[in-house]
C-alpha cells in the first residue's frame, strides 16, 4: 500500500512563510499528478496546485502569484512553498497522488495524505 506523507505544517504570523512537503512511500513504479489541497475550518476541501509530472503547474486563484508547488520525482515528493500568507490560508492542508502505477497494470486512484495543518494569525 502506498502512503502520503505530510510535513511543513505550523503556526505563522501573516506575511509569514512555510514549505509544505510530501513524500510517497511504498512500492510504486511512478506516479502522475500530484497536487495540494486544503479544507478551511467549516469549509469544504478545495484544490490549491497541482503539478504534472512532466512539471505543468496549476492554481487557485487565491493563492496565484503567493504559493509555488514543486516535485522531485527522484524523491517521490512534492512541495508547496507559500509565501505571504494570511489568515484565510489556515487549513488542514492535503497532499493528493492522482494515480499511482503499482505494479504492472495496477493503479491505485486518488490517494490522499493525512494532512497537515496551517494556522495563520492575524
Known amino acids: 500500500q502506498v502512503q502520503l506523507v505530510e510535513s511543513g505544517g505550523g503556526l505563522v504570523q501573516a506575511g509569514g512563510s512555510l514549505r509544505l512537503s510530501c513524500v510517497a512511500s511504498g512500492s510504486f513504479l511512478s506516479i502522475n499528478s500530484m497536487g495540494w489541497y486544503r479544507q478551511p475550518p467549516g469549509k469544504q476541501r478545495e484544490l490549491v496546485a497541482t503539478?504534472?509530472?512532466?512539471?505543468?503547474?496549476n492554481y487557485a486563484d487565491s493563492v496565484k502569484g503567493r504559493f509555488t508547488i514543486s516535485r522531485d520525482n527522484a524523491k517521490n515528493t512534492v512541495y508547496l512553498q507559500m509565501n505571504s500568507l494570511k489568515p484565510q490560508d489556515t487549513a488542514v492542508y492535503y497532499c493528493n497522488a492522482d494515480q499511482i502505477l503499482v505494479v504492472a497494470f495496477r493503479w491505485q486512484y486518488d490517494n490522499w495524505g493525512q494532512g497537515t495543518q496551517v494556522t495563520v494569525s492575524s
Open positions: 503539478i504534472t509530472t512532466g512539471g505543468s503547474t
